[in-house]
């Protein structure tokens, strides 16, 4: 049985759909990512299971029991906010422990769950400071030690890690996912960042506007995007979608290699990153269309210097030009390894 079950849930103020009649599930010791741009209605999604927002139609189901309209005390949910959310005037300690002091538990179990999490999250030096002598990072690890001493049946996440800096962020993201496993937490985790959802989630819900674009695993959702909306915003730089009459052919930037034969492309721009360059180039032969490949290493090419670019055919995607939709693996394009990507194009524009 699903731990969380949303069914149909929508949230509308006035003339504005904010969410638009979702539905998913999550099973027990699930991490879950809910990715999208901004205003897209992951926060608000959050909000509703929390119960600090009221849905306007739909029904949220926690163990099978209906959470719809309970108030967020009752609901028995952790949350991690985007800030910290601490008490200044309480010690570490105080912080920790102050949902479980508030429901009563007693100073007994409360000190034997505060020895558990403050080892788990590598507190047990702090305990005695207040926030203010604790650096971000400690700061934060506060915050999830307070969300798992409730040992709550589910915990909702809302961007944690936005506040800190990149190299911190990315430590957190591996201790994050490691607690995670090792407690066997149940986590709906809402971000606008795909590194993280990437590599930190099993399953990715994506949002488009209020509703989603796709649910599945991140390699799902990279391999087999199942419409241009999912094929641009998952990868970085975005796939590339080449347009035809009836069709986009997709490909991603790391999938082309340059060879003796192949599209000709005419060198734009170039972006060094150290590990790999990014290069922008136009091709002539397709109404001087973008496209964007990375290669490794340092690739300073000057402007205006001739390409030939390739790509295997199962590195290719293909959507409908007025859905956006995937279509079929039928439709595709069956083509030898590094056939030529003008003869590939052929084929796509007479199908």
């Known amino acids: ?17 904010a969410v638009k009649d979702i539905s998913f599930e999550i ?3 699930e991490f879950v990512a809910l990715l999208g741009p901004s205003g897209c209605g992951k926060s608000t999604t959050l909000k509703m299971i929390a119960g600090l927002e009221d849905p306007s139609a739909g029904s949220i189901h926690l163990n099978g029991q209906d959470i719809t309209h309970l108030p967020p005390g009752k609901r028995g949910l952790a949350m991690v906010f985007q800030s ?25 179990e409360r000190d034997q769950r505060l020895k558990r999490v403050t080892d788990l999250v590598n507190l047990g030096d702090h ?6 002598q604790l650096s971000g990072g400690q700061c934060q690890r506060v915050a999830l030690a307070r969300a798992i001493i409730a040992e709550a049946p589910l915990c ?43 590599s930190m989630a ?5 949002l488009n506007q209020g509703e989603i674009a796709q649910c599945g695993t991140p390699n799902a959702l990279y ?10 915003f998952i990868g970085n730089p975005p796939m590339n979608l080449l347009h035809q009459d009836r069709s986009m052919l997709g490909v991603r930037p790391e999938h082309i290699r340059l060879a003796e034969t192949g599209i000709a492309a005419d060198v734009q721009r170039c972006d060094y990153h150290g590990a790999d360059t990014i290069i922008d180039a136009c091709l002539p032969s397709l109404s001087q269309q973008l496209i964007k490949l990375r290669l490794p290493g340092h690739q300073l ?26 279509l079929p693996d039928y439709a595709q394009p069956t083509l030898t390894t590094h056939s030529l990507i003008q003869k590939e194009l052929h084929h796509v524009t007479q199908h």
């Open 1 to 17: 049985m699903s731990q969380l079950e949303v069914r149909q849930l929508r949230k509308q103020w006035q003339e504005t759909l």
């Open 223 to 232: 391999q087999t995007p199942e419409n241009t909306f999912v094929a641009r």
């Open 202 to 206: 099993d399953r990715i819900l994506l």
């Open 27 to 29: 099973a027990q010791g």
């Open 156 to 198: 909702l996440m809302d961007e944690p890690l936005s506040n800190l800096d990149a190299k911190l962020r990315n430590e957190m993201r591996v201790e994050l996912r490691a607690l995670q496993q090792r407690l066997g937490m149940t986590v709906l985790y809402v971000t606008h960042d795909q590194v993280e959802a990437m």
């Open 301 to 326: 090419l000057a402007t205006g210097t001739r390409l030939n670019l390739q790509w295997f055919s199962d590195d290719q995607h293909l959507f409908c030009n007025t859905t956006g939709q995937r």
């Open 84 to 108: 910290y959310a601490l008490f200044p005037h309480l010690s570490i300690a105080e912080n920790i422990v102050f949902g479980l002091k508030a429901r009563g538990v007693g100073a007994l």
């Open 127 to 132: 305990l005695a400071k207040k926030p203010s």
